[in-house]
């Protein structure tokens, strides 16, 4: 079993919708947690970063962790046709490694 | 600063046939990374450098080979290559701190990634 789950299916939006996009993790040692955004043909780029339990907002998006539940969350919202990309989840274990999910797909539709 | 730089872009190899996959890094960064990236397989870890000198396994490093070249490069290696081994590579630097906990600081930046076709 992957340190970090995320059910790797494509998610199709309405321009304008909120996206909603989810991970699990079995270790509870993990703290710090982050979102990737991956546009088709290049490298993932950080779009959110936490630490712990919270949430964390930056313009339109909206990163949650739930320690209890071992639950991250990104949400998307007012979402624009330039938001399509996929989306994987991190978070950071021994010796800076990252285990990742496995990415959604999302397309918003203009 | 161009961050993370890689080449080739793209490659095609016949099975067999060897070849490196080249990793350049500018911003001064103690650790470096190889990610292999298949469909409905995420981003899976290859071979990563915590420090210049060290080289340590990652998820996946059957068939490949890493060189720590300085603190800017860090090469990947396929000496016989075969189809198994057909995916999008990429390279990622960070600059981890002693502790290696994490934080904002450390996060990994990803280059442009080096598409490989094993016929």
């Known amino acids: 079993q992957k340190e970090v789950e995320q059910d790797p299916g494509p998610l199709s939006v309405p321009e304008g919708a909120i996206v909603s996009l989810n991970c699990t993790y079995s270790?509870?040692?993990?703290?710090?947690f982050m979102w990737y955004r991956q546009y088709s043909r290049k490298g993932p780029e950080l779009l959110m970063y936490?630490?712990?339990?919270g949430n964390k907002e930056d313009g339109r998006f909206t990163a949650q962790v739930d320690k209890s539940s071992k639950y991250i969350s990104l949400f998307i919202r007012d979402s624009q046709p330039s938001d399509s990309a996929t989306y994987l989840c991190?978070?950071?274990?021994?010796?800076?490694?990252?285990?990742f999910g496995k990415g959604n797909q999302v397309v918003v539709i203009p | 600063n161009a961050g993370v730089t890689q080449t080739p872009k793209f490659q095609v190899l016949k099975t067999g046939q060897s070849m490196t996959l080249q990793c350049a890094q500018d911003m001064n960064h103690n650790s470096m990374y190889w990610y292999r990236q298949d469909p409905g397989m995420g981003l899976r870890l290859i071979y990563y450098?915590?420090?210049?000198?060290?080289?340590d396994k990652g998820e996946v490093p059957n068939g490949y080979n890493v060189s720590r070249l300085n603190k800017r490069e860090f090469s990947l290696r396929l000496e016989s290559a075969a189809p198994s081994q057909t995916s999008v590579y990429f390279c990622?630097?960070?600059?981890?701190?002693?502790?290696?906990?994490?934080?904002?600081?450390?996060?990994?930046?990803f280059g442009p990634g080096t598409r490989l076709l094993v016929l």
């Open positions: 990622a630097s960070s600059d981890s701190g002693t502790s290696g906990r994490g934080g904002y600081q450390e996060t990994q930046y």
């Open positions: 450098s915590a420090s210049e000198g060290t080289t």
């Open positions: 991190a978070s950071i274990y021994g010796n800076n490694r990252l285990a």
């Open positions: 936490t630490y712990s339990s």
């Open positions: 270790n509870s040692a993990f703290q710090y």
